[in-house]
């Protein structure tokens, strides 16, 4: 899909004409039409922003495919060929020679649409009527929503902004809704300068979270966007500052979903594998509660760690765990493993005949994972700032807040660190075992980018090769890697946009 603004200016348009009310009552009002498109009020501009339905979803398949916590391996693929597409071969192989003409890819567009319309909302905002208050909220907003999707392109499409990557190619930038604004792609610290700038209006909110008893994460907040600063700096090795918006973000808002009491399995499934065989038997899958809805958002909506509520959508429905991945898990005592990591989902996604047992990671419905700033993430931002700043004690204290929600009580759930690299060591292992997929490729540019090799991540994957329309798995398979400092860690952009561009938006250099 390419950016067409004119499109987006009329679907924006179209949604402030219906006066979206989509979660001022937690989904209960419809939304309702009225006969003017002209915009005049501060209302208008906040009930666009509180359409969720057009932030939440984060399509990034680089996200999905292209870190260590991938499991495509070899024999999986040959347990069913046509369950795989081509484009998840090549993200988790880290193509760039194929990827820039997948039609598939609509991440680029998707955070692009979600910029243009908080450029609406910021260019209106003088001219419509309300108050100073009014107009505050919605101000903050919209620079929040700008700061974390050109934060989302630049984690995938850029490389890691370094000292000596700043002067790279960055992204096209785009703060009006005007067609005049170049596309060419600005300098990459052109590019974060103006991520810090909108974060920092976005600080600027003075919204609470909760409000009338419910967590309104959905739209800028204290908490939220605190969280969001935490994230951000970290992801820049910052640690100081990470910590200081975590802390701020935690004294906000800080409940945690307790695992041992709130978890519960949901809808079973039963699958008969190896049908018409002698080894034809019914299996029965067990799923999370929170798997059990697909189109209703209420789970997720109620999801109530959520500092910010942004989803990874994994269109092929099955989130791969690899064995390093698995390995992790205390399988006996940790209850992440027991609701998240579906035992037998292959048979799910068709590996029937013959059977092929493998699991899948499962958070909500098949193709949902939180990917917003949450209060377990902040805890985890907390930890590996005190160990990274020689704090071993202080770290472990913050970690078993979390590990004491996710894990069966017993002496297994508190650890200790000898020392700084301990300390680290762990946090990282913990981080991993709670934010699979969503958080590993930005945690792997920030560990290649830092100070401390010991957390260096050089990938690599054996795999059949293969061409623009097929694998190729009648030849040898082959060793594929991508090593820290290699130029793949920015994804390739979608041929469309530059056709869209007339060339103006180039394509990174490999």
Same mark, same amino acid.
């Not at 170049?182 to 976005?202: F, G, K, M, W």
């Not at 910052?238 to 409940?255: M, P, V, W």
């Not at 472990?396 to 650890?415: C, F, H, I, S, Y």
């Given at each position: 899909?390419?950016?067409?603004?004119?499109?987006?200016?009329?679907?924006?348009?179209?949604?402030?004409?219906l006066?979206?009310?989509?979660?001022?009552?937690?989904?209960?009002?419809r939304?309702?039409?009225?006969?003017?498109?002209?915009?005049?009020?501060?209302?208008?501009?906040?009930?666009?922003?509180?359409?969720f339905?057009?932030?939440?979803?984060?399509?990034?398949?680089?996200a999905?495919?292209?870190?260590?916590?991938y499991?495509?391996?070899?024999?999986?693929?040959?347990?069913?060929?046509?369950t795989?597409?081509?484009?998840?071969?090549?993200?988790?192989t880290?193509?760039?020679?194929y990827?820039?003409?997948?039609?598939?890819?609509?991440?680029?567009?998707?955070?692009?649409?979600?910029?243009?319309?908080?450029?609406?909302?910021?260019?209106?905002?003088?001219?419509?009527?309300?108050?100073?208050e009014?107009?505050?909220?919605?101000k903050a907003?919209?620079?929040?929503?700008?700061?974390?999707?050109?934060?989302?392109?630049?984690?995938?499409?850029?490389?890691?902004?370094?000292?000596?990557?700043?002067?790279?190619?960055?992204?096209?930038?785009?703060?009006?809704t005007?067609?005049?604004?170049?596309?060419?792609?600005?300098?990459?610290?052109?590019?974060?300068?103006?991520?810090e700038?909108?974060?920092?209006?976005?600080?600027?909110?003075?919204?609470?979270?909760?409000?009338?008893?419910?967590?309104?994460?959905?739209?800028?907040?204290?908490?939220?966007?605190?969280?969001f600063?935490?994230?951000?700096?970290?992801t820049?090795?910052?640690?100081?500052?990470?910590l200081?918006?975590?802390?701020?973000s935690?004294?906000?808002?800080?409940?945690?979903?307790?695992?041992?009491t709130?978890?519960?399995?949901?809808?079973?499934?039963?699958?008969?594998?190896?049908?018409?065989?002698p080894?034809?038997?019914?299996?029965?899958?067990?799923?999370p509660?929170?798997?059990?809805?697909?189109?209703?958002?209420?789970?997720?909506?109620?999801?109530?760690?959520?500092?910010?509520?942004?989803m +990874? /959508?994994?269109?092929?429905?099955? %989130?791969?765990? $690899?064995?390093a991945?698995?390995?992790?898990?205390? !399988?006996d005592?940790? #209850?992440r493993?027991?609701?998240?990591?579906?035992?037998?989902?292959?048979?799910?996604?068709?590996?029937?005949?013959?059977?092929?047992?493998y699991?899948?990671?499962?958070?909500?419905?098949k193709?949902?994972?939180?990917?917003?700033?949450?209060?377990?993430?902040m805890?985890l931002v907390?930890?590996?700032?005190l160990?990274?700043?020689?704090?071993?004690?202080?770290?472990?204290?913050?970690?078993?807040?979390?590990?004491?929600?996710?894990?069966?009580?017993?002496?297994?759930?508190d650890?200790?660190?000898?020392?700084?690299?301990?300390?680290?060591?762990?946090?990282?292992?913990?981080?991993?075992?709670?934010?699979?997929?969503?958080?590993?490729w930005?945690?792997?540019?920030?560990f290649?980018?830092?100070?401390?090799?010991?957390?260096?991540?050089? +990938? /690599?994957?054996?795999?059949?090769? %293969?061409?623009? $329309?097929?694998?190729?798995?009648?030849?040898?398979? !082959?060793?594929?890697? #991508?090593p820290?400092n290699?130029?793949?860690?920015?994804?390739?952009?979608?041929?469309?946009?530059?056709?869209?561009s007339?060339?103006?938006?180039?394509?990174?250099?490999?």
């Amino acid at each position: 899909m390419t950016i067409n603004y004119s499109d987006i200016f009329k679907s924006s348009v179209l949604l402030l004409a219906l006066g979206l009310s989509s979660c001022d009552k937690f989904l209960d009002e419809r939304p309702n039409k009225t006969s003017s498109l002209e915009v005049t009020t501060v209302s208008q501009l906040d009930a666009l922003l509180n359409n969720f339905i057009s932030f939440y979803n984060e399509g990034n398949r680089t996200a999905i495919h292209s870190t260590d916590d991938y499991g495509l391996t070899v024999d999986l693929y040959n347990a069913r060929p046509g369950t795989f597409t081509l484009a998840a071969v090549e993200f988790a192989t880290w193509d760039k020679d194929y990827l820039p003409d997948d039609t598939r890819e609509g991440f680029w567009s998707g955070e692009y649409r979600k910029i243009f319309t908080a450029n609406m909302a910021l260019s209106l905002l003088e001219t419509v009527s309300g108050t100073a208050e009014e107009k505050a909220i919605v101000k903050a907003d919209a620079h929040f929503v700008r700061a974390y999707s050109y934060f989302q392109l630049a984690c995938t499409y850029c490389l890691p902004y370094t000292d000596a990557n700043k002067t790279e190619a960055g992204l096209p930038i785009k703060v009006s809704t005007s067609f005049e604004e170049p596309l060419a792609r600005q300098p990459l610290e052109t590019v974060y300068n103006l991520i810090e700038a909108d974060l920092a209006e976005a600080l600027k909110t003075t919204q609470p979270l909760m409000q009338d008893g419910r967590p309104r994460h959905w739209r800028a907040s204290k908490a939220g966007v605190n969280a969001f600063a935490a994230r951000y700096y970290l992801t820049r090795n910052n640690y100081a500052e990470a910590l200081k918006h975590a802390n701020a973000s935690l004294g906000e808002y800080s409940t945690l979903v307790d695992y041992n009491t709130e978890m519960r399995y949901g809808r079973p499934a039963n699958i008969t594998i190896n049908a018409g065989t002698p080894e034809s038997q019914t299996v029965t899958l067990e799923y999370p509660y929170t798997h059990d809805n697909q189109s209703d958002q209420t789970d997720m909506i109620g999801w109530k760690e959520f500092l910010y509520y942004r989803m +990874l /959508s994994h269109e092929s429905w099955w %989130y791969i765990p $690899s064995q390093a991945l698995l390995d992790l898990y205390d !399988k006996d005592h940790d #209850l992440r493993y027991r609701y998240h990591m579906v035992e037998g989902y292959s048979y799910d996604r068709g590996m029937t005949k013959p059977a092929y047992d493998y699991p899948g990671y499962v958070f909500f419905y098949k193709d949902r994972l939180p990917s917003g700033p949450t209060v377990a993430e902040m805890l985890l931002v907390k930890a590996e700032c005190l160990a990274r700043t020689n704090k071993p004690g202080e770290a472990m204290t913050v970690l078993n807040q979390l590990r004491a929600k996710r894990m069966e009580a017993g002496p297994w759930v508190d650890l200790a660190a000898a020392n700084m690299d301990d300390a680290i060591a762990k946090v990282l292992q913990e981080r991993r075992r709670e934010l699979p997929f969503t958080q590993r490729w930005t945690d792997i540019r920030r560990f290649n980018n830092n100070d401390y090799p010991a957390d260096d991540v050089e +990938l /690599s994957r054996d795999f059949y090769p %293969y061409n623009f $329309s097929a694998v190729q798995s009648s030849e040898p398979v !082959k060793t594929y890697t #991508l090593p820290k400092n290699s130029r793949r860690f920015a994804a390739p952009v979608p041929r469309t946009e530059m056709i869209a561009s007339n060339d103006e938006i180039t394509q990174n250099t490999y």
